[in-house]
């Protein structure tokens, strides 16, 4: 939970791409619904605390530095697992996260709703981040940053998907359709604005 700011509107991303930490951006849009989704979630943590249930899992480096982080509630998921399982590393029983496949069959679901007939994925998601941001004038080295990607080569793929999303080159026979009088001969031969 820690690694949402609502007030920054940064979530940050704990070894992401290339194993790396970074930061990205928090949508306006949905912040209600994510904070409900905290709260929701915080229940669960106390009623894990009240039962005695093992914290959260932690790295080995992380664990050993921070004792008693599993515990605390800044540390807990986000989107916690509604079942219990048993830890295979430490053999206890304990809350993990939502499996990846939930995720995905959620966005899969919300695509049919919404009634787009491409192959739609979380993966998806990451690619038509970079590609709006592009298409709204961010600047390609913060795109770089928001996607962890070490070289802005990789990030500058984006920018051929943008060439294609933009407003097209109309044909001059289009200008001539319907409107003779803006184009030609209206005011002297001159184009008119």
Known sequence: MKDIDFDQ????????????????????????????QLQGSEALYRADRDSGLAGVWMPDALERKYPNA??????????????LSTDPRAGMVRRHHVHDSVVQRAVKAAARRAQIHKSVSVHTLRHSFPTHLLLNGVDIRQIQDYLGHANVETTMIYTHVVKELRNPARSPLD???????????GSGGQAQP
């Open 9 to 36: 509107g940064l979530v940050f991303v704990r070894s992401g791409k290339g194993n790396k930490d970074r930061s990205t951006l928090l949508a306006e849009v949905g912040r209600d619904e994510l904070r409900a």
């Open 70 to 83: 599993s515990q605390e509630l800044a540390w807990f998921w986000v989107f916690p697992s509604q079942t």
């Open 175 to 185: 200008f001539l359709e319907g409107d003779e009088d803006r184009y030609i001969g």
